[in-house]
């Protein structure tokens, strides 16, 4: 039967496990006093105190058995045996007298199988030489008083009647000063001897329920079955369940708790052909240079349930739980293994805080079991200092089952001095199981320092396990998570959800922390079917990697490299790693890389702004056969600044082919892009592959100034054989100035890339360049279409000259489309297109106009346009100036003016006439209104007057007296306002409107005749 009671507190007693010098002399005395004599009875034989009558309640079958004593205390080389218990389930012990028992001898009870209770208030010592023979479990408590189910009570004074039922089944509860207990208890000390080993019966229990629990240099063995100790400091009920043999706590609160202590080589271990059960609950708990193990050591099977949803509890095989208020480990070790194809144990860790110092929490398997899990619960914090949490599944021979999962949840998590938390798969077959999952759930801050790790491994076939970091800021110095491939399996993928901030630094690296500082995730298996790498993703508000720390994923041989993926609000990437380091200066960054013939991933960065600086950088590369990855960039803003300190590492965003693998492409979107001091995008090839793509869509991009000669800006290069990328750039205002450049060029036998420009306006100022050359091999290409205008100043260039060591190649082309290209005649800023021993390229410039620079045969001190070649044919440059739109400006008159039908009166017409009446206004020298009609003659027209001619100046001449010439007025000529019929009839046009109607004295009719 299994029954929970509630714990209610009280008063506080003790039960402390540890070591005297000088053992107290007592002896076995059954209590005789009437209110409390329950017929016991002892018999000295020899050494051995031989015990029977008793109580008996209960039938044949299902009885239990009362004793109670005065004393009791067993010498060293002494047995007290309980006899006659052949059918008995329960012996219960009281000692009444006040006195702690002292166990230095044997407590035998192997008559059938009953379970025995050892009751004493006033506490319990076993000595070095205390051991136990019995046939049932084994409990050692301090509590007032046993509990049955229905209320009944065996407690220091309480009698026994026989017949009564309720007395007849299995204990319940332990009960702690809620009844009356001996006179004299005030918070007594109990304590077992240096040396003591305490061991059950395979399959049993062995319980120690008490005030505080200590085990000096104590042990503890319940082959298969279990160990569970219980620190109780005040009143209240501690649950019992019971079934057969299986004895098991229920301790429902963290109040009222005492302390349990683990010191000096002390061991708890439930070791079998099946593990056996841990359970310790506590107010604090401490280990101190002790062990608790619970191995699978046999060939019997168990089930292997899966780890996602079997529930953590006392009752699985082989688990060990810990729960305290205060857990608190120093050089100590909990284990569970499963050496069999059952299942390993779990560990479980439930306090308000955690801490472990060069300790070890450890769930492995190494065969066909599966590894069991370890969780630790806490709400505060968590601190690991040279210590390590891991889960493993390791097989030379054979099938290895999955490692378990590792799960912490916490306040706050912080591992220091080379902590680690480590979940290893490491089978040689293909039936091996996967590694473990680290998931981590934190509320406040994550921390790791001073090489510690986090990691997750294969290094064989099967899958690596992921890792999951959910906090609100995560810090990382000179420490790393990873997940990584050794084998052929997959290594498992990296997630790091923070809502504040992360931050990865290198402050101090060290020759001995093999990994990289910072997040990675890798394959470096072997060149045939290797596995791949994971996928790394960071989602936080604040993302800054500094110092030489890095966030990578990538391959070495075979294996495919990961993804990277980031989203946050700002990230910046700082500096580079000290020239002092192991492996010497190294960026600071976000990468993708492959070193062997796996492609690398691709990186991508969505933020709202990025910030590189001081060397560091974000890189999708490769050094092998494989190809590189894309880097994809998406923010608001990006700002690029700068070297390193030594000016030897650009502050970058580059994808790069150092050998046979095609470099991948870099893909920019942005409300701003900014590249200052020497900083550069890069997609560019120095071995045998291909060069990758550029392409940048900003509504404004900046490219500004150089660093030890080395200019900022874009680059697709080659330095190999293969041909270099491409350069596509699409922006409202793209602004170069101070050194910095626009290049795609070939220091190698590779063709240069093209440059292609989609713009608003363009300025180049003080030796900025838009570049395509080549030192042998032919130039790129430019070109530049720009809806306002392109501005060169103080010896900027457009060039796409090939063969600059003087060697072959032809002069790529440029191609200008802009409203107007300004130069300053005397600044000597560039429009070339030349070639050494190849042909010179070609210039095609189509502008409203241009100002400053022209066409010349070769460079002068001037600006100048050339397409030479000094050994080769010219190039050509073709200039079309764009004419001015006449229709620019205009707008289109509607085709009727005036409807002329209103101002024109439509009379019937005379006689036969078949048409209305028409007003035709021709001017002066106009056409006739139908072609074909006769032009008629200047003699027909009008006369409009003529003009009187001037009176020519007088010769200089002229007498002083002579009188001034009289002015005469011209006639003044007043075109027709309208006309009138004279008295006779004729028809007379006046300069005025005439003011009455004019009327022929005709009666007006319809045309009809009507």
Known sequence: MKEDSPFWIVGRVSLVILVVSNPAQAQVVPDTAPETNLGTQVRVNGSTFEIRGGTRAGNASTANLFHSFSSFSIPSGKIASFLDTQKINNILVRVTSGSPSNIQGIIRANQGTPNLFLINPSGIIFGPRARLDVAGSFVATTASGIQFPGGSEFSLTSGIEPQNPLLTVNPSAFLFNQIATA?????????????????????????????????????LRAPAGRVELAGVSAGGTVGLAVEGNDLSLRVPSIKGRADVSLTNDARIDTSSTIGGRVAIYANNLLATDSTIVSTSLGTQAGVNAPLNTRALSPDNPGSIILDANSLSFNNASVSTT?????????????????????????????????????????????????????SAAESAVGP????????????????????????????????????????????????????????????????????????????????????????TGNAGNLLINVDNIVSVNRVKPSNTFPFPIGFSTSTNGSMIDAGDAGQLTIETEH??????????????????????????????????????????????????????????????????????????????????????????????????????????????????????????????????????????????????????????????????????????????????????????????????????????????????????????????????????????SDGGNIAVNLEGILTLRHNSQITTTAGTAQAGGNGGNIDLNAQFVLAVPTENSDITANAFLGNGGNVRIRAQDILGVQFRRTTTEASDITASSDFGTEGVVAVDRLAADPSRGLTDLPETLVDVTALIAQRCPVGNAQTASQFVVTGRGGLPPNPQEAIRSPALLADLGRPHPAVANPPDTAQPAQAKAIPVEPTRIIEAQGWIVAANGDVLLTAQVPTAPQSGGQRVMSCSGA
Do not use: W, Y
């Open 183 to 219: 006179p004299n208890l005030i918070d007594p000390k109990i304590t077992v001897e240096n040396g003591a080993a305490l061991s059950v019966r395979t399959g049993r229990s062995l319980l120690l329920i008490g005030g505080d629990v200590a085990l000096d240099r104590g042990t």
């Open 338 to 390: 499963t050496l069999s194809s059952g299942q390993g144990g779990d560990i479980a860790l439930k306090a308000r805080s955690v801490a472990l110092d060069q300790s070890t929490l450890v769930s492995s398997t190494s065969s066909s079991g599966n590894a069991g899990r370890i969780s630790i619960q806490a709400q505060g914090s968590v601190s690991l200092n040279r210590s390590s949490l891991s």
């Open 400 to 487: 290895v089952g999955d490692s378990g999962d590792i799960q912490i949840e916490a306040r706050t998590l912080s591992l220091v001095d080379r902590a680690e938390i480590l979940a290893l798969t490491a089978g040689r077959t293909i039936k091996d199981g996967r590694g473990g999952n680290v998931t981590i759930k934190v509320q406040d801050n994550v921390s790791l320092a001073a090489n510690s790790r986090i990691s997750t491994e294969t290094f064989g076939e099967g899958q690596g396990g992921n890792i999951e970091i959910n906090a609100n800021s995560l810090f990382l110095t000179d420490s790393a998570l990873r997940t990584a491939s050794s084998g």
């Open 543 to 776: 993302l800054t990697i500094r110092g030489g720390a890095r966030a990578a994923a990538s391959t070495a041989k075979q294996g495919q490299g990961g993804r990277l993926t980031v989203h946050a609000a700002t990230v910046e990437l700082i500096g580079t790693s000290d020239s002092s380091s192991p492996k010497g200066q190294e960026p600071s960054g976000l990468f993708t890389e492959t070193l062997g013939a796996g492609d690398a991933g691709q990186l991508t960065i969505d933020a709202q702004r990025l910030d590189i600086r001081d060397g560091a950088r974000a890189s999708a590369s490769t050094s092998g056969v494989g190809q590189g990855g894309t880097l994809k960039v998406n923010a608001n803003s990006i700002r690029l600044n700068g070297t390193s300190a030594d000016g030897r590492l650009a502050s970058s965003l580059l994808t790069e082919s150092l050998g046979r693998g095609a470099a991948g492409g870099v893909e920019i979107t942005a409300d701003r892009l900014d590249i200052r001091n020497g900083a550069r995008a890069s997609a560019s090839t120095a071995g045998q592959g291909q060069g990758g793509t550029l392409n940048a869509a900003a509504a404004a991009i900046n490219l500004e100034g150089t660093a030890n000669g080395r200019p900022s800006g874009l680059f697709a290069e080659t330095r190999g054989a293969r041909a270099g990328g491409d350069i596509e750039v699409k922006t409202d205002h793209l602004n170069v100035q101070d050194g910095a450049q626009v290049s795609v060029s070939g220091s190698g036998s590779g063709r240069a890339g093209d440059i292609r420009i989609e713009a608003n306006s363009l300025e180049l100022d003080r030796q900025a360049a838009l570049s395509a050359k080549t030192r042998s």
